[in-house]
C-alpha cells in the first residue's frame, strides 16, 4: 500500500459530515487511480498485441459498442451518460495514443531485426 493511499487529512474545524464525505471521495479517487492504472496496464498489453499482428490502433466499430454498453450502465445508475460518453472518450483516446507510439515502436525493432510480415 502507498503512503498516498490515505485520505487527505482536513483542518478539525470543518463539519464532522463533511469530512466524512470527503473521506469517502478521497477513497473514491483512490479506487480510481488504481483502476485507470490497471486498465492501462491492459491496454498496453492490446497494443502490442495490435502492432504485432499488424492491427489497427483504433476500432471504431468496438468503441461504438462500449459506448452503447456505458451509456446504458450510467442510465441505469443515475450518472449523466453524455459524461460517461466524454469520461470513455477521453480514455480510449489516450488509449489509442498509445498504441499508435507501440505500434511506431514494434515496427522499428521489427525493421531493426529484419523480421517481415
Ligand atoms: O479493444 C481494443 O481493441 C482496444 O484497443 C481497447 C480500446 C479501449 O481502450 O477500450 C482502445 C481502442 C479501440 O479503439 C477500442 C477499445
Redesign the pocket.
Known sequence: MSPHDRPLREPADIPAELAQARRTIDNIDAALVHLLAE?FAC?KR??VL?AEKN?P????E??AR?ITRLRGLADDSGLDPVFAEKF?RF??DE??RH?EAIAVEVRGDEANSGETK
Open positions: 486498465r491496454t492490446v497494443g495490435k492491427l490502433p483504433a476500432d471504431p468496438r468503441e462500449q470513455l480514455i480510449v488509449v489509442i498504441h
